[in-house]
Antibody
């Protein structure tokens, strides 16, 4: 069925790195723009980044620019979020999602929790 | 402003109608989408293109937009409509192309 499954979350110390993965299935991944959104505990949704269908174009929100890097492997139906220089304020559930041709986030993963703490 | 503003909390009596609003300049020229997040779950799309429902979303949920305000209306609210609702709008001319509203918690009394 159509789904996105995130993995790679966990507890990490401030300043360290972590890589999140997102596995896609059930839809044509190679033609889909993919995004990451996060949600801090008890807070709203915070859009982070987008990668184009072929991986050549990426865009990041200012708060993660220079620290987070998006990539994708269309042969494996995977996207990755490499996070470095992590801060306590990066603590959140991280969701990967698809932006569809009708202009909406129509597929969401279940999320993976990242806790940045010493 | 590139932000989207929502009322934090709204309550509705069972079977009654509630409207949630989302305000922001980018809504004047771009479509809104709405997402429902039930407790402990990931968000899900309920409205796209201002007023379109994905398959599986009941027709008691509807959307509209006028000027700088997008609205989501629940007609005949049910217990399962109790959730957080977030609006979103893409503006490719903005330095932050995608933005979510702060969310509205809908409580069904």
């Amino acid at each position: 069925q159509v789904q996105l499954v995130e993995s790679g979350g966990g507890v990490v110390q401030p300043g360290r790195s972590l890589r999140l993965s997102c596995a896609a299935s059930g839809f044509t991944f190679s033609t889909s723009g993919m995004h990451w959104v996060r949600q801090a505990p008890g807070k709203g949704l915070d859009w982070l980044a987008v990668i184009s269908s072929d991986g050549t174009s990426k865009y990041y929100t200012d708060s993660v620019k220079g620290r987070f890097t998006l990539s994708r492997d269309n042969s494996k139906n995977m996207i990755y979020l490499q996070m470095s220089s992590l801060k306590t304020e990066d603590t959140a559930v991280y969701y990967c999602l698809r932006w569809n041709t009708r202009g909406a986030f129509d597929i969401w993963g279940q999320g993976t929790m990242v806790t940045v703490s010493s | 402003s590139s932000e989207l503003t929502q009322d934090p909390v709204v309550s509705v009596a069972l079977g009654q109608t509630v409207r949630i609003t989302c305000q922001g300049d980018r809504l004047r020229n771009n479509y809104a989408s709405w997402y429902r997040q039930r407790p402990g779950q990931a968000p899900e799309l309920v409205i796209f293109g201002n007023n379109n429902r994905p398959s599986g979303i009941p027709d008691r949920i509807s959307g509209s937009s006028s000027g700088n305000t997008a609205s989501l209306t629940i007609t005949g609210a049910q217990a399962e409509d109790e959730a957080d609702y977030f609006c979103n709008c893409r503006d490719t001319t903005n330095t932050k192309p995608w933005v979510f509203g702060g969310g509205t918690k809908v409580t069904v009394l």
